[in-house]
């Protein structure tokens, strides 16, 4: 027991990245307006050598407890109403009896 809290202990980081924010449920919008300046950053090589922006853990976490992260937490999860929406296709028994009763004229 005792030997698995220190290995959890050792795991947090003192960081945090893009991913494992958006893994936390933050989005990118979130991101950009909640934490606008990175603490750190860290070589990244996944695609082309670049820099990763890092985030202190103690701020996102006291980010986390504010109101304005809940209130734009629950924004992102509620569906967006405007914009275009796949059509509608009927059932397609309906669609055959349609055809089948079709005569022209």
Partial sequence: MQRFLMVAEQTQTKYLTMYQLKERGWTATMIATLLPAHNAWRA??????????????????EVELSDEFLIAQEKSRKPRLG???????????????????????
């Fill in 44 to 61: 990244a090589y996944i695609r082309v050598p670049s820099n990763a922006p890092l985030h202190l853990r103690a701020r996102i976490e």
């Fill in 83 to 105: 914009g275009a929406r796949p059509p509608v296709r009927p059932p397609l028994a309906l669609v055959k009896r349609c055809v089948q009763k079709f005569r022209p004229t």
